[in-house]
């Protein structure tokens, strides 16, 4: 079963990633093939369930994008649950300590890595049969969300946990700890110089940071600081952000019409 995403971070480019809100497979079909690397399932604030989810993956499975899942806690149940159904990727929210990130590692990875249960009802379809467990703890990608200042303070020991893949930063999260609004594309620099260190020691662990972005422009900057994966606000986002600025245009161009 190989993953796309961990091939692009061989390769030493970047991962551009999709997010999905919106419980329907017609949409995830669409967004797959709008040439991201990556697609991930919001099960924590999108209005996406597991069965919702399954249909996304169903949807996207002919497209060459690599299906992830933002679950809405950091507990066994749910994490094993997507991982049967076909994520590929795991990112996890509010991770504040190292031993929350052993967790998440824990309940991800098959024995003797982990205590995950057997049973890839949708995942054993990546390989032959059985050869899934094989290489299903090596291939799986795990994203600990760091957004809260807890976390800052801890960056260090989260990131020495065996098993995890690199850290995701939630901006809004991360800025509202501090005290600051929530939002996504951060200017403050006592939030870019937490960027700044995080991409340090991710650098210096070989691990892989990414970060949510409200569009192209504040996702090519995180890039350029040293980000390896990068989320295009979601499909929501993208849909309603179009639509606006195509209403406006044809009042504006109408001469008053409309």
């Given at each position: 079963?190989?993953?796309?995403v ?6 030493g480019?970047?991962v ?7 419980p ?8 797959a ?8 399932v ?6 996406q ?20 899942v933002?679950?809405?806690?950091n ?13 590929y ?9 190292a ?8 309940y ?17 379809m ?14 799986t990608?795990?994203?600990p ?28 999260d ?12 951060r ?8 960027y ?15 970060i ?32 606006k600025?195509?209403v ?11």
């Open positions: 079963m190989a993953n796309k961990k091939e692009i971070w061989k390769s480019k970047a551009v990633n999709a997010w999905l809100a919106i329907s497979g017609f949409s995830a079909e669409m967004i093939q709008c040439g991201f690397d990556s697609v991930t919001d099960m924590q604030h999108g209005v369930d597991y069965l919702s989810m399954v249909q996304c993956f169903q949807a996207m499975d002919k497209h060459p994008v690599t299906p992830m933002r679950v809405p806690w507990e066994p149940g749910i994490i094993g649950k997507v991982l049967d159904g076909g994520a990727g795991v990112i996890c929210p509010m991770v504040n300590t031993q929350e990130a052993k967790n998440l590692v824990s991800s990875k098959y024995p003797p890595q982990g205590v995950r249960s057997n049973g890839p009802i949708r995942a054993g990546y390989g032959t049969a059985g050869s899934y467990q094989k290489t299903a703890n090596a291939d990608i795990l994203l969300m760091m957004e809260t200042r807890t976390a800052v303070e801890n960056m260090e020991a989260i990131l020495d946990v065996e098993g995890i893949d690199g850290v995701y930063i939630g901006p809004s991360l800025g509202f700890s501090y005290g600051l609004e929530p939002k996504l594309d200017s403050e620099p006592e939030i870019l110089a937490i700044d260190k995080i991409i340090k020691e991710c650098a210096k662990r070989g691990l892989n940071p990414g949510h972005c409200s569009g192209a422009e504040g996702a090519a900057r995180a890039i350029n600081m040293g980000f390896k994966l990068v989320t295009l606000s979601n499909e929501v986002g993208l849909m309603t952000t179009y639509a600025m195509q406006n245009a044809t009042r504006k161009d109408s001469a008053g019409k409309a």
